[in-house]
Each structure stands twice: as C-alpha cells, then as structure tokens.
C-alpha cells in the first residue's frame, strides 16, 4: 500500500457523512445484495469509489462502458487509491474473426485473473469494460495447470523448456523483442512473457544460476529475481504430441466434411478452402491465425472474468441503463457475425458458442454484491432496492478571470468547504491564489515535492487553510454538498482538459484486392486465383451445365488454358499487384507450379522479414540521449496552444515524448494530411530537447516552408530563453555564417533550415533532435547525409505522402509511426 496525501486528505471528509456511514453499512454485508448510488458527477463518483475501497478493505470491480471510460477513470483512481489498480481491457476484434488475441490484450487480463488467484488478502480494484465480461478466458483450472514455473536453483532441460514454451504458443527467434517470443543462446535464455516483465535466465550447466528482469529497449538487464511465472501465449493451448494434433485435424476434417454436405456451393469451396489451410497449420504444430476459434474443441471448459470473482468482491456499475444497452448491442454483433461465417463458409460450426449470452451474465453476477452508481435521481428506496443519494452538482466556468476563481474558493471556504485546486501549473496557481491572499496549500506526488513548492517563503499553515492545490486528482470539477468538498480544475479554470493516455485498439487486418463483384473488374485484368495462380481475365460466358444456364468469369492461363469461375465464386480471385509495368507470366492450370511458388515466397517474405528485426534490434540496442521527464515550463508551453489536441494528436505527441525519454535513438514516423497538426508535435518534441540541454534542427524541402517554421518556432518559444535561428536563402551570406558560428558555439538552440543544412561547414555543437518535413522531396545525396546522422541523433520525420519504403517499414513495425 502506498502512501497518497490526495487521497488521505479527501478520504477524511467522508468519515463524518451520513450518507458514508450509510453506505459502508450496506456494503459491510457479505451478500447478494443491490445498492443505488444517485447523483453523483462522474469524477465524484471515482471519490466515492476510492474511499469505499479504503473503508471495506475488499476486492471492487468497476464495470464500465468501454475502454475509454475505463482510461479516464484510472486516470483519476489512480490519483486516489493506495492499493493495487488493474484494467481489464475489452477486445474490439469480434471471436469470429478467427484472429488471433492481441498481446496488448491477454498481457493486463492475464495480470489480473493471476491476481485474483494469488490468494492475497490486500483489497485492490480492476477496472472492467462490461464488454470484456462476455469474452472467454481459460478457466481457472486450466490457467493454474499450465503455468511454468521458474526459480533459482532449478535444474531445467533446454529441449525440454524449449518444447515447453512452444506448446504454450511462444514462437523461438534470435533476439527477443515482442511479447510471446523466447530465444535461447548457449547458457542464456531470454523469454518475454505474455504477461509481465521480459525474463534472462542464466544457467550453470543445466541449473539455473540466475533470473533477471531485462530491458527489451537495449537488452540489458535491470533487476534480480528469484523466481519467474510463465503463463500461456494465447487463449487456447494446442496438444504437443503429434498424435493428439492429428485427432484434432481428424476431428475437425469430420465436422467439415458434414458442413460441407450441408452447404451451398459456393458456400462449401469456401469452407474447405478455409479448412485446408487451418488444418495443415494445426497439425504441423503451428498457432495459425484461427487457433483461438477453435479453443471449444480443444478446452470442454469455457469461464469469463466473472467465474475469477473472489467470494467477497463487491461488484460496482456504472450507469446500469448504458451497459446493459451495450451488452444487449454487443450479443447481437456477435451473434449476426458467428451466423453470417456459418451460411458464407469462412467459419466452422462449434460446439459452444465463444461469448457469454447476455442472460447468462445476468444469471452469474446474482450470486455477487452488486452497486449501481448513477448521475441521475432513481427512483425511492424500497426494502429490496437500497438507495443512498448524494448532492452533487457542476462547477461554473471562469475563462480565465482569476479573480473569479478566487472569489469562488473564498466563498466555499467561508461555508466550511475544503476545496481542492486540481491543475497542471501547481506553481502558477500557487502564485496567483497568494497573490489575492488566499492561503492554500500545495499536496504533491512525494514530500519532497511538496516541501519544495510549500518552502518557508511562500508557505501557509495547513492547519488554517482549507485550500489545497494537486496535480492529482480529477478531469472535471464538482461540488459534493455531503462532504463540504469542492473541487476545480483546468477544465474549469482556462477551458483545458486533462488529456488521458489513449488505450491503443487492436484493429483486424482488412483486405483491399479482394473482388465483390464482376464491376470489379476490367477485361485484360491480371488476376490471382487462390489455388491455380496468376491468371488474366478475358471476359464473362454463360455455359449450360446439367440444363441450367449459369454465368462463369474465364480467366486465361498459359499455353492458352482456360479456367471458368462462377461468377458467386469471384471471392476466390485476387487483383494481381506485381511491381512494374509489365505483363506478370500466367501460371499453368493443373500444375505444382503456384504451390512451389508460394512456397518460395512465403520463404523469401520471412528471410526478408527476419533481417529487417534483426537490423532493427540491433539498432534499438545502441544507447541514444534520454531527455528529461517535462518540465513546469513545458507543461506552461503546452497550455498556451490556442487549440484542444485531436486524439490522434496527442497520441503521438506521447509517443514522441516517451521515445525521447527511452534510451533507443528515435526513429518516427509521423504521417498526417496538411492542417492536421504535425507541426505542433514537432514543437513539444524540440522544446522538450532544448530543455534537456540538446540542440534540434528542422529541415525542410522549401524556403517558403522554411521561413513558416521559423516564424511558428519564434511566436511559440518567444517567452523562454530558447534561440531560434534560419539558414535558407531568404537570408544573407552574413546571416548565414553567423548562424553557423551560433550553432557550433551552442548559442543556437534550434535551427531551421532548407538543403543549406547538409553542407560540409554545418557542425552542431551537440544535436539531440532533427526533424525532417516532406522527406519524399529530398534527393540521394541528402537522404545519404540523413542516413549519417539518423545513426547519433532521434529522428522524427513528418509527412503527408510518405515515400512507400518509408511507409511500408512503418506499417511493418521496422519504423515507429504515429
């Protein structure tokens, strides 16, 4: 448990409110009993959610309407709690889609179904989206069997740990970089979990010497441990024995030859299509796209995060009428999507279905604790249905007048409220509050932060000042009458919202060449045949067969063979995207042709794929510039952006922050279309090197673009000792060498500059940042003075048409984007 001066502070108030003392006796009782809480704002709701935790010691479950609900309410919770807070993240990718979980996914459910199970008597709270409660999971028997454990001491067979984490689904490479991957180099092992902290065993012989936490980053080691946990990579856990494997492709070839008997044509050849390919991963031992779909056959147990409950956890709702709708909306999705593979083919029929019905997740939480929290009045209480309210109701906007800030915390602490000035200019809100003599209090992260801005000089005494100022605490302000607490915040103040960290979504692969329909195409068209190649389209024919006319797609092949498709199969042809201008040569029908080609580009794409990892691994392992964490000048900076950030937005301006805080070089990507905001991440991203002591530098393609660059960096670092210099022809020679003289002294901070900045007489000092704009527009001789300096410096280039080399080792993973 740790200590949090925002949250003793505000926990205190409640010790004297009726309505408290109500709700800790409901809550007190080990029952399957219901709760209303009314009128409560949402960020009070994370108060009341917080101090009934501290208060009953138990486990809570927070259920919420999505992932985004849930980021915000762990922004705020974790500001407030002392225990342990998880989030139990939703899955945006429908079962039925047969792709395989993601790791951003399995890594915190899996971190909090091992909680529940650890047997540890400390309360804590997971944050759920009531989405997530229909997905399936490993029961627990399941989970707990196939563990591996690792300690100190131990003696362990390579082959047989290798075998092990196969069979558990981790996938061996050379160099460990992504979470489900192990590899093995003479006496050291490196493993990344699916859940947890990547893992180097050191071994003597064939005991292990040795476990460490390592950095995936630079691969160095961080931290000693005694013993290491392994859980399953995915939701489903193939059989290692070939023998078994074979059952389970029996099984399913079984099923398949049933459902194709039963089937439309069309239907049928997409089924077995589908099924030759699933099979033959299957029983190679392989975790193909599609393993997790067909966990029913494998697993005759099926749970979801509600069977994990522990007996005494307390189950609380947020806004019931919102999730109940959401679940209602979810069961029909998933269900319209399980019935449209069925009648098309692409999906297999199982045994049960992979969700939870939304009855039998009213059947299962009957057994538990239940509260319902809402914003709005319920109706009166009744013997079964217990309701406390609370009065609750909004702060009023300021724009910025100080003055009326001010007067609003006086007239609160005249009524014997404490109010709590949430903020990201602790300092500047100190300063102004004590400027119009109202004492207040700053309660930091830590004591020494708190001791640094409450210094004798411009200290208050705690004990007569009921005005307290935090960086922690809430999104919005409120004022909880019951408590006497009101709080403000920037949002209230100067119009700024907190911005939350954005929870990344996993998006399923889509496919563009497909064919919907014959308008598709166009006569001559070279086309891919699933299973017979490159063939080209000359036109569609009717031909009778057995009486009955039908129309057929005729696709040419060599030696003038022909190939009719019907025209309800078109799903099974592809557009060809050859590189070049000329004509691709057509396969031939009927031969081993197309396999053996696949079969050697599926080789190629791996090697080609292996080396690009292998680069870029080694790559991230050299130590670059860390920058440090934000500064109070850089929160100031920030806030004076006249704009509120896109989502998109300040995702990658966290992104561009936390890789100049990483020790590996940065190398970014930032693709957006004009007036889309890429110039502004570029600003934070400089200011935040020039404030780490380092020099940036802005190239651009343009004098034009030069000369706006310049002229945004100068309005925006005008209020800070930040020095802001051009090179491009619009200044004279004079200007230019002295500008040169600036940078290599380091009088210069930033520079901005057109092809002018790759010549031989440019040295900096010491360059931290180079920003590169519309680099498609630079020509070979300056990519190959970039690709000099790409080698000592982090790199962030913008661009709204990148080059496709560029893009495409973005979208690989070989390059960050945002």
């Known amino acids: 448990m740790r200590d949090n001066a925002v949250a ?89 889609e047969q792709v395989l979980s993601s790791p951003d996914n399995i890594a915190p459910q899996l971190e909090v179904l091992l909680h529940t199970l650890n047997g540890k008597t400390e309360p804590f709270l997971v944050l759920v989206p009531v989405r997530a409660l229909l997905q399936r999971v490993h029961d627990s028997q399941t989970l707990l069997n196939n563990l591996l454990y690792l300690s100190v001491g131990d003696s362990i067979d390579q082959a047989k740990l290798s075998g092990e984490l196969v069979r558990l ?120 796209e599609s393993s997790e779909y067909y966990a029913p056959y494998v697993h005759n147990k099926f749970a979801t995060l509600l069977d994990y409950l522990p007996e005494n956890a307390l189950l609380v709702f947020d806004e019931w009428d919102t999730l109940s709708a959401s679940l209602t909306s979810y069961q029909d999705k998933l269900e319209k999507s399980l019935e449209e593979g069925l009648s098309t083919g692409r999906l297999l029929p199982l045994p049960g279905p992979l969700h939870l019905s939304a009855s039998q997740f009213g059947e299962k939480i009957k057994s538990a604790q239940r509260t319902f929290l809402s914003s709005l009045p319920i109706i009166e209480e009744t013997e079964e249905n217990s309701l406390i309210k609370f009065s609750c109701h909004p702060v009023e906007k300021f724009g910025n007048q100080m003055k009326a800030v001010v007067e609003k915390v006086r007239a609160c602490e005249k009524a014997g409220f404490t109010v709590l000035v949430v ?118 024919q009717r031909i009778t067969v057995d009486t009955q006319m039908r129309e057929y797609l005729t696709i040419q092949y060599a030696a003038e063979d022909r190939l009719y498709v019907p025209v309800d199969q078109i799903n099974l042809l592809s557009r060809y995207r050859g590189a070049g201008d000329s004509a691709p040569r057509l396969s031939r029908l009927g031969g081993a042709e197309w396999e053996s080609t696949k079969r050697r580009v599926k080789r190629s794409v791996k090697q080609v794929a292996e080396d690009l990892v292998n680069l870029y691994a080694m790559r991230s392992k050299q130590e670059g510039f860390t920058c440090l964490p934000d500064t109070p000048w850089q929160f100031e900076m920030e806030e004076a952006f006249p704009y509120e950030e896109t989502p998109d937005q300040w995702q990658a301006i966290l992104d561009t922050k936390k890789d100049l805080e990483s020790t590996k070089p940065m190398d970014r990507l930032i693709c957006g279309d004009v007036g889309f905001g890429k110039t502004e991440v570029a600003v934070r991203g400089i200011f935040k090197t020039v404030m780490s002591g380092k020099q940036a530098a802005v190239l651009v393609p343009t004098t034009i673009l030069a000369q706006q660059h310049f002229n945004t960096l100068s309005e925006r670092f005008a209020p800070y000792p930040v020095k802001v210099g051009l090179l491009s022809r619009f200044r004279t020679a004079k200007d230019q060498r002295e500008i040169v003289q600036r940078l290599a002294l380091g009088d210069c901070d930033v520079v901005v500059g057109t092809h002018r900045m790759l010549q031989k007489d440019i040295a900096f000092k010491d360059l931290g940042l180079l920003i590169i704009d519309e680099e498609q527009r630079f020509g070979v001789a300056h990519k190959e003075k970039l690709k000099q300096l790409r080698v000592i410096v982090d790199v962030l280039t913008m661009s709204a048409t990148p080059i496709p080399r560029t893009l495409h080792m973005a979208l690989t993973g070989a390059r960050d984007m945002s």
């Open 423 to 540: 903020t990201e200019q602790p300092q500047r809100v100190l300063g102004l509050l004590r400027e119009w003599d109202c004492p207040a209090t700053y309660l930091g992260i830590n004591a020494s932060e708190s001791e640094t801005l409450n210094s004798p000089s411009s200290a208050t005494n705690p004990a007569v000042s009921r005005v307290f100022v935090t960086r922690q605490g809430f999104v919005h302000g409120f004022i909880l009458d019951d408590i006497k607490l009101a709080c403000i915040t920037d949002a209230e103040m100067f119009g700024l919202k907190r911005k939350p960290g954005t929870y990344r979504r996993p998006v399923a692969e889509k496919t563009f060449d497909q064919f919907t329909s014959v308008n598709d195409l166009k006569l001559n068209d070279y086309v891919v045949h699933v299973k017979q190649g490159i063939g080209q389209f000359i036109g569609v």
């Open 169 to 288: 689904g981790y996938t061996r490479t050379n160099l460990v970089t992504l979470r489900g991957e192990f590899s093995i180099r003479g006496d050291i092992i490196d493993i990344y979990p699916s859940c947890g902290a990547p893992l180097r065993l050191e071994l003597f012989g064939e005991e292990i010497e040795s476990i460490r936490a390592f950095n995936i980053e630079n691969q160095r080691s961080v931290e000693e441990i005694k013993k290491a946990l392994i859980p399953p990579r995915y939701w489903v856990i193939l059989d290692a024995d070939p023998d078994k494997r074979k059952q389970l492709a029996e099984q399913l070839q079984a099923v398949t030859d049933q459902t194709v008997r039963e089937l439309e044509e069309s239907a049928a050849e997409t089924l077995l299509s589908v099924m030759e390919g699933d099979l033959q991963g299957l029983s190679s031992g392989q975790y193909p």
């Open 8 to 96: 003793n502070t505000l926990h205190q108030l409640f010790l004297d409110s009726p309505q408290y003392a109500r709700l800790l006796a409901r809550t007190a009782r080990l029952s399957n009993s219901e709760l209303n809480i009314a009128g409560l704002s949402d960020p009070a709701k994370s108060l009341v959610v917080s101090a009934l935790l501290h208060e009953i010691k138990r486990p809570v479950f927070l259920i919420v309407a999505d992932n985004h609900a849930g980021a915000r309410y762990q922004q705020e919770l974790e500001n407030l709690l002392r225990f342990p807070i998880f989030f139990y993240p939703f899955s945006e990718v429908s079962p039925y």
